[in-house]
Structure formats: structure tokens, C-alpha cells
């Protein structure tokens, strides 16, 4: 019923969740993943196309120059940037793309895509996510306490998503995930033309054959 | 997440099979069932309160009155409506309810609630809708045609529903229908308010105690 595929972007603050959510979502499905392109050098095991796509900065600011990124953004001196062409080429094809990116990332993609799926996953408590936040270690008193403010200022930014996906437990956020791309299919404002155009189609040849 | 249940309204041109997705939605949710309130006189079998309110007519015009219908027509002489207190009783208080009802009704119950899910139930094919209509017997040649072309026509109101379920297998309708209610659940512009109430709530006793 619907030719396009849809761009999800999962996305929600830091120590929410979101890669153990994305991560199982792509287990369970056949989503597309959007890898991003980076200047910074490799670290040791990460792997060219799955982790990141290494690129020079000459590369990078060519494909800025071309208009080839959903959104980028410069951090401690290296980009960062989520690739446009391949994701574009997936969702024409009626593949449905999967974005794993923060909020000021998935900010700017809404900017360039706004008809993608914008999905912020939030932790079940703040306590939860306080929890989360010191299990990971290297984190200082000062640095969590920053962590935890910064993550409190972007649940704000809820409003300019379209879904909210709290992450109570994995399983059930990826079936609430599921079930958004499932009805985001079924939404008139995706498929009205394509139902009325062969529906018209049909009954033209129903009616006066 | 969400304290104010869905109305959710499944319409949709006749043949198309709401009257069955609707049965098999009930008998796997906790939906309750808007029952219709009509003055006809009750058929053999009919049981008051399930399959209508049966009222006098001056007990139906003494409800428009009071505004007590979600929608209401005269057809034939005699009224049907969808009751309103009831339904938003249980919408209150978080209990999801589900509306059958055609397409004229559907629109003026947008017009009254247009906060509610509307779902339009499309036929696989319209050679299936046909196959459906010819199955129901009792129609002459002419009759059929009549319905055929009235079918074609209503579904070009798909455009004012939300959602458009393909009716190919009951089975996968109801199925789509339920991720539809819970990516509703989800949708930030009916849940936001409560998340940022209850963070905001949270952090302040986490970041201050």
C-alpha cells in the first residue's frame, strides 16, 4: 500500500537507552541503518561502514559542499554527519531506514526530512536514568551532575518530536517501536494518493467492464 | 503514560468488513463498545443495550436537546445516534472505546470529537468488494450497482480519517488497528503535558534531595 519507506530516528538523551534499543529493533527486523560518516581517526575494532564511514576532512566538506548529509555537526575538532544520498536511495526503494542520533542531530535532520518518524525514547524514571548514567563509570561527581541537567534540559525538547517511547524495558520499547512504524504506514497523509489512484484504477475497470 | 482513553472510530464504505474487525478487536482488547441508540422498534433477538438503546422518540429528542450525541441522524423516520456522556465517561477514565459507524456518522463525530482515532477500513480490492456485496444476497442487479458506485464514492472521504487499514485478511486488519492505538498511546501531542509534569516533578526531588 505504500511505495516510500519511512526514516525513523530514535532518539532521546543520553542514557536513555536508545542504542540497546536500536540494536534489538535491528535484530528483529529488516530495517535499513543509517551509519555515520566521521572525520576522527578508527579506535581499535571499529570497522569501516559499520561503525562509522572514516572519511578526510577534504571528503567530509566535499560532501558538505554537495548537500550530502541529513545533518552534521563539528565536535572537538572532527565531524560528524549522518549521510544523505544512500538513506534517500533506501527509502525510495520502500526500505524502511533506521537513525540512532542525539537531539540536537535529530533537530537538524527534522529540518531537512521533516516527514521522517521522530521517536524520543525516555528513561522510565530519572532516577533510572541517573542509575544508568553512574553505571557507565569514568564519570565524576561534577560530570554526572552536568550529564543529569543536560539530560533534564533536553526531555524539553519532547514537544518537537512526534512519538514518545518510554524504556520501562527493551522488549517492550521495541514492540511500541514496531507498532509506531506499523501505523505510521497506515496514516492517509502517506498513502491517500496512492489508495484513491489505484482504487480508482480498479473500480474504473470494475464498473464498466 | 496517558490518563484520558482513545475513541477510536472504525468506518469505512459498507462491504468492506468493519462490522467483523470490529468483533474480532473487541473479543482480544479491553475495548468498551459504544452501543447506538435508536427509536425503531426492537427485532426479534435484539437485546436492549447490546445491540441498541431503545428509546421513544421523545426520549431521543429530549437527549438532542441536552446534546447527549457524539452524532445522530433520521433515517427513514426513525433516529440513531451515538450516545456521548457514556463514551466520554469511559474515556475519562482511561478506558479506550470503540465506535462502528459509517462514513456520514464518522464525519460528524470528527466534527465533535476530533480528537479521536479515525480509521478507515478499506475492501482488498473493490472486485472483492463487489464479490462481498453479492455475497450479502437480498440485492437486485440494480441495487447492487447502486451500492457499488455509493462504495466507490465514499471512500474518496478517506482523506478526512487518520488512518487507512486494508481489510485483506481480518486477522492482519485487527492487528494493524491495535499498533495504531498504541502508537497513539505514544504520540507526543497526547502525552506530553503528563511527561513533562511528571520529569519535572521527579528531577526536582532527584536533583535537590
Redo the contacts between chains.
Keep these: 500500500?505504500q511505495k516510500k519507506g519511512l526514516l525513523v530516528v530514535i532518539s532521546g538523551p543520553s542514557g536513555a537507552g536508545k542504542g540497546t534499543i536500536c540494536k534489538a529493533l535491528l535484530e528483529q527486523n529488516d530495517f535499513w541503518l543509517s551509519v555515520s560518516s566521521t572525520t576522527r581517526q578508527p579506535r581499535k575494532g571499529e570497522i569501516e561502514g559499520t561503525n562509522y564511514y572514516f572519511l578526510s576532512r577534504e571528503q567530509f566538506e566535499d560532501r558538505i559542499a554537495k548537500d550530502d548529509f541529513l545533518e552534521y555537526a563539528e565536535v572537538y575538532g572532527n565531524y560528524y554527519g549522518t549521510p544523505k544520498s544512500k538513506a534517500l536511495e533506501a527509502i525510495e526503494k520502500g526500505q524502511d531506514v533506521v537513525l540512532e542520533i542525539d537531539i540536537q542531530g535529530a533537530l537538524k535532520v527534522k529540518d531537512t526530512y521533516p516527514e521522517g518518524v521522530f521517536?524520543?525514547i525516555?528513561p522510565p524514571?530519572?532516577?533510572e536514568l541517573?542509575k544508568r548514567i553512574i553505571n557507565r563509570g569514568s564519570e565524576t561527581p561534577e560530570s554526572l551532575m552536568t550529564r543529569?541537567?543536560s539530560a533534564?534540559k533536553e526531555?524539553?525538547y519532547?514537544?518537537k518530536?512526534?512519538?514518545?517511547?518510554?524504556n520501562d524495558t527493551v522488549e517492550e520499547a521495541v514492540?511500541?517501536i514496531?507498532?509506531?512504524i506499523?501505523?505510521?504506514r497506515?496514516?492517509?497523509d502517506r498513502?491517500?494518493e496512492k489508495?484513491?489512484d489505484s482504487?480508482e484504477g480498479?473500480?474504473h475497470?470494475?464498473?464498466y467492464d
Design positions: 500500500m521517536i524520543f525516555l524514571s530519572m532516577e541517573k543529569f541537567k533534564y526531555i524539553n519532547i514537544s518530536y512526534n512519538y514518545a517511547v518510554v514492540q511500541k514496531e507498532s509506531i506499523v501505523a505510521e497506515c496514516r492517509v498513502v491517500k489508495i484513491l482504487k480498479i473500480i475497470e470494475q464498473l
